[in-house]
């Protein structure tokens, strides 16, 4: 199994909501990463997880939350967000640190903030 | 920093030709280069990727070359196919505990 498993696909939230986006992998990959993605841009790195140990934030608004239950899932937690957040949001998982070996992506879910 | 330039952000080619899509980084340290395709709608796929000590890499129908003193790498897609066409990226990193650099991207169209 190398998927990587994304929930929901799509996703429009107001901007007083609340909404969780989910990620899971059974790769047993030691890291785990959300990325945001606009469109026709590369991917934007957000958030590192290391052995469930949240290893690298890039400076992202603390609208976004991320949570790393068990080594398998992944979470975004979202609140008060901005139109400007719309966005593919992309979960990728790798078996080292994503500078020296492959990262497996999911298929992301589009948000949509209205 | 690191920063990747890629080249040409718009590729069309007629299906059977080759394709080829450059790269250039700017920090020496990089060491690590992969390359990824998105397909519309779906996260990006590594295709193929290369590491410093290496000069080529081949698979099948796609290749990476990597020239360390100019500081280029390129990616060669022979006898292309309809589903060669997607958005493809390169990256460049400096080892494990350092962040894929990626470049902006070049959407790859293969006209029948």
């Known amino acids: 199994d190398t998927e990587v498993t994304q929930t929901p696909k799509h996703l429009v939230m107001g901007m007083t909501n609340k909404k969780s986006l989910k990620c899971e992998q059974h790769?047993?990959?030691?890291?785990m990463y959300w990325y945001k993605q606009k469109a026709k841009k590369p991917p934007e790195l957000m958030f590192v997880y290391s052995y469930e140990k949240l290893s690298i934030n890039e400076s992202v608004p603390s609208r976004f939350s991320p949570e790393c239950p068990n080594s398998s899932l992944l979470n975004l937690h979202l609140h008060a967000l901005q139109p400007e957040d719309s966005a593919l949001y992309l979960c990728?998982?790798?078996?080292?640190?994503?500078?020296?070996?492959?990262?497996?992506f999911g298929q992301g879910t589009r948000l949509t903030v209205v | 920093g690191e920063n990747v330039e890629q080249h040409p952000s718009t590729l069309s080619v007629q299906e059977g030709d080759s394709a080829v899509i450059k790269c250039t980084y700017s920090d020496s340290a990089s060491n690590y280069f992969p390359w990824y395709k998105q397909e519309l709608g779906k996260g990006p796929q590594l295709i193929i990727d290369?590491?410093?000590n290496v000069g080529e890499k081949k698979d099948q129908r796609i290749a990476v070359t990597l020239n360390k003193t100019a500081k280029h790498f390129s990616l060669h897609i022979t006898e292309t196919q309809p589903e060669d066409s997607a958005v493809y990226f390169c990256a460049a990193s400096k080892g494990s505990n350092y962040q894929l650099i990626w470049g902006a991207g070049t959407k790859l169209i293969i006209k029948p």
């Open positions: 790769m047993g990959h030691r890291a």
């Open positions: 990728a998982s790798s078996q080292d640190l994503p500078g020296n070996t492959e990262a497996f």
């Open positions: 290369i590491r410093s």
